[in-house]
């Protein structure tokens, strides 16, 4: 069965630290795998893509990593601000035909000051 | 550019009614899907148009129906509403459903009473 998994569920952190929020997929055949951003009351981000051949993709403050032999994907923020406090979403995407999109139930991050 | 338009913004109906929300896509951008979003269940993938053909479709039920106009535009109907179908409904639409990103609208808030 097709599934992504997210983990943590929350997290809150302090403003000023970093912190990696993980993604595990059974999905197959993949195509790509997307982490989006969504603020409260507002629709997702896109933050990254990643294909099969990428191994870490940064934008900004963000800095995702796949392992495609694990299954694996990871996102990680540096130096939080309060501006972080959303949802987190992962996205795999089945072959490029198809186009169907396989989400995680997300991460919801809190930054505190 | 204008980003993806959702309307309306929020939206109460009452069991067994039904309800059309309306998506304007970024100019250029023929692909456009549907999700509906809830605390329970996260994103789930409705359906999924390109070029005025449901290219896509998702596990929901056949009082969820979409179409899409030649100028891209697209609409979502659903029929005999439930007390369940309470969600945001998120629009989003891009180049492609390949490797393009997603760029999705702030969604429609249907609440079913």
């Known amino acids: 069965k097709n599934q992504v998994e997210q983990s943590p569920q929350s997290l809150i952190i302090l403003e000023g630290k970093n912190c990696t929020l993980q993604c595990n997929y059974t999905v197959s055949p993949f195509s790509n795998l997307r982490w989006y951003k969504q603020d409260t009351g507002r629709g997702p981000v896109s933050l990254t893509i990643m294909t099969f051949s990428e191994n870490t993709k940064s934008n900004g403050r963000y800095t995702a990593t796949l392992d495609a032999d694990t299954k694996q994907s990871s996102l990680h923020i540096t130096a939080s601000q309060l501006s972080d406090s959303a949802s987190y979403i992962c996205v795999v995407i089945l072959s490029s035909n198809t186009g169907k999109l396989i989400f995680g139930q997300g991460t919801t991050l809190q930054v505190k000051p | 550019k204008a980003g993806v338009t959702q309307t309306p913004r929020y939206l109460i109906k009452t069991r067994g009614q039904q309800v059309t929300l309306s998506c304007s896509p970024i100019s250029g951008h023929r692909s456009v899907s549907w999700y509906q979003q809830t605390p329970g269940q996260g994103l789930q993938f409705l359906f999924e148009y390109f070029s005025e053909t449901q290219r896509n479709k998702g596990n929901f039920p056949g009082r969820f129906s979409g179409r899409q106009f030649s100028n891209s535009r697209s609409e979502m109907n659903v029929s005999t509403l439930e007390l369940g179908d309470s969600a945001l409904y998120l629009c989003?639409?891009?180049?492609?459903?390949?490797?393009?990103?997603?760029?999705f609208g702030n969604g429609t808030r249907l609440t079913v009473t």
């Open positions: 989003a639409s891009s180049l492609w459903t390949g490797d393009s990103p997603l760029h």
